[in-house]
T-cell receptor, first 115, second 115 residues
Framework: SQQGEEDPQALSIQEGENATMNCSYKTSINNLQWYRQNSGRGLVHLILIRSNEREKHSGRLRVTLDTSKKSSSLLITASRAADTASYFCATADNAGGTSYGKLTFGQGTILTVHP | EPEVTQTPSHQVTQMGQEVILRCVPISNHLYFYWYRQILGQKVEFLVS????????KSEIFDDQFSVERPDGSNFTLKIRSTKLEDSAMYFCASSEAGQFNEKLFFGSGTQLSVL
């Protein structure tokens, strides 16, 4: 698999349910970030978790990071129809000389929340 | 919240023509980036820019591409002789201090169609 692979590729749930998306990566990272993209729009930063952190919360978002398994998960609790979007994980590699804003994105998970 | 603005939102051009995509990063940000997303594929890093110099560029960013900060507010991506495979959504992004563990702010993108 390639750096930053999400699964599932598509997720369809009912409003009020929780949505969990997973991301795997291959290299040593400095941090992992999750972004959201509404159809035809730009990427919006949701949350960043550093390589020395295991879990982070922000509102209805919960992110976990397991560096031993090179994986992360994004949990959206009590989902709303407005959460319908594509969600991407992106890693900042820990390679020497890598510029700070060089992110490697995954393929993304398309989340549909039905009202 | 301050935002990155990109113009135009859509650009249609003929193969072989030059195009310039324009971006206005957030005013106090020092680091600027271009990413692209070919339809159905991952968001890919193209180039990072700081202090009027390219910090890092990907293999995609060949001699056909160039970036410039012509004044204190604009940041441009030029493609000298467009190819069909340059058709993609191009995203500009900026960050405040270019540090690890810092989020990127993305614009809404320019959809480039090369005919």
């Amino acid at each position: 698999s390639q750096q930053g692979e999400e699964d599932p590729q598509a997720l369809s749930i009912q409003e009020g349910e929780n949505a969990t998306m997973n991301c795997s990566y291959k290299t040593s990272i400095n941090n992992l970030q999750w972004y959201r993209q509404n159809s035809g729009r730009g990427l919006v930063h949701l949350i960043l978790i550093r390589s020395n952190e295991r879990e982070k919360h922000s509102g209805r978002l919960r992110v976990t990071l397991d560096t031993s398994k090179k994986s992360s998960s994004l949990l959206i609790t009590a989902s709303r129809a407005a959460d319908t979007a594509s969600y991407f994980c992106a890693t900042a590699d820990n390679a020497g000389g890598t510029s700070y804003g060089k992110l490697t994105f995954g393929q993304g998970t398309i989340l549909t929340v039905h009202p | 919240e301050p935002e990155v603005t990109q113009t135009p939102s859509h650009q249609v051009t003929q193969m072989g023509q030059e195009v310039i995509l324009r971006c206005v990063p957030i005013s106090n940000h020092l680091y600027f980036y271009w990413y692209r997303q070919i339809l159905g594929q991952k968001v890919e890093f193209l180039v990072s820019f700081y202090n009027n110099e390219i910090s890092e560029k990907s293999e995609i960013f060949d001699d056909q591409f160039s970036v410039e900060r012509p004044d204190g507010s604009n940041f441009t991506l030029k493609i000298r002789s467009t190819k069909l495979e340059d058709s993609a959504m191009y995203f500009c992004a900026s960050s405040e201090a270019g540090q690890f563990n810092e989020k990127l702010f993305f614009g809404s993108g320019t959809q480039l169609s090369v005919l």
